[in-house]
């Protein structure tokens, strides 16, 4: 399910669903839509309906109980909601047999999860139910409140509006962690600056892969030229640049991407949002990359991503070049 939806979907979840599986890295969007899903069960479920929670392990052990909870109306009335965390393919076997006859006249079901790769045995089971659905969390751009509860913390360092813009472009297609690292900066940049800072320094505090050669791998890697991809990551170890960079180039690009092609106003409208705007053989660009990715392609783009991530972080025993080659390659001839 595209990203754009899946808070729609938690809100307002199809008539159907009886079962609903919510996973990703960001734990606090997971436990964020799971409140939203529960209350929504819970007012559907009738008067009396309480949550009954179980752990993944229980569930794992003891898959009578689980069947048995989701199946039994609670001790005030109301139709049962069963919420399982932190569960894992071991739990996929248990939840299979108590999903087998589950209807939302029945029963209802959440189930939360970390991290689930496309083979997950857990994940398939949600996916591929008509009266299940599997939500996918991934991490989020700050928006704009996002950026002002980090500049209050670094003591609201003075900018112009035009400084403000470049940040908010930065923060939409950057990590959480280096919006902050780069506010922390100007923080310290502005103590005792005799006016607001203007866009210009706030750019050259930004960093260097941003706009270096590790966005060129990630251009070419958009554009399906995996040639011209290899070429430039080349570039950038000649330079000495590290294979994380252009990880999280990669990463940027695909989720900025990915937000274009899920706005419900297309990706044309989408862009004539962005701020500072986007012209030029660069705007020509995004568009037609758009146009041509599709929202499954770029869901399992953002899944070979985020394992690449993992793996660069982890020990492993394919070189951290390799990998990031490997994952450009996948990336750009992926259909």
């Known amino acids: 399910m595209p990203a754009a939806r899946v808070r729609a979907f938690a809100d307002r979840p199809d ?8 996973f990703g890295d960001d734990a606090l ?4 839509l799971r409140l939203r899903l529960s209350a929504v069960f819970l007012k559907a479920a009738g008067e009396g309906a309480e949550i009954t929670r179980m752990t993944a392990d229980e569930a794992r052990r003891d898959p009578a109980s689980l069947t048995d909870a989701v199946r039994a109306g609670g001790l005030f009335g109301g139709q049962p909601v069963v919420l399982i965390d932190g569960a894992a393919d071991g739990s996929a076997d248990a939840l299979r047999i108590a999903c087998e006859e589950l209807e939302p006249e029945t029963g209802r079901l959440i189930v939360t999860a970390g991290r689930l ?5 857990l994940r398939k089971l949600f996916e591929d139910a008509p009266n299940l659905a599997a939500l996918a969390v991934y991490p989020r751009a700050l ?9 209050s913390e670094a003591g609201n360092p003075p900018l112009s509006a035009p400084a ?14 280096e919006v902050r690292g ?3 900066s100007l923080a310290l940049y502005a103590v005792n600056a005799p006016a607001p800072l203007e866009a210009a320094e706030v750019q050259a505090l930004l960093p260097a892969a941003v706009e270096g050669d590790a966005d060129a791998v990630a251009d070419a890697t958009v554009a399906r030229r995996p040639g011209d991809a290899l070429a430039a990551y080349a570039r950038v170890a000649g330079k000495g640049g590290g294979p994380g960079g252009v990880a999280m180039a990669l990463g940027r690009a695909f989720r900025q991407l990915h937000a274009l092609a899920a706005a419900p106003d297309g990706p044309e409208a989408a862009m004539a949002r962005m701020r500072p705007p986007i012209f030029g053989p660069r705007r020509d660009a995004l568009a037609r990359a758009a146009r041509q990715w599709k929202g499954m392609a770029l869901e399992r783009a953002l899944e070979h991503i985020l ?8 020990t492993n025993e394919i070189p951290d070049r390799a990998l990031v080659e490997r994952l450009v390659v996948r990336l750009s001839t992926l259909r």
């Open 117 to 121: 790769n496309a083979r997950s045995k």
């Open 164 to 177: 403000m813009d470049a940040l908010v472009a930065f923060a939409a297609i950057a990590e959480p962690a």
């Open 307 to 314: 394992d690449a991530e993992l793996s660069l972080r982890a």
């Open 143 to 151: 928006d704009a409140e996002g950026i002002a509860a980090l500049l």
């Open 182 to 184: 780069v506010i922390s």
């Open 29 to 32: 969007e997971v436990d964020q």
């Open 15 to 22: 008539a159907r669903t009886a079962g609903a599986l919510i």
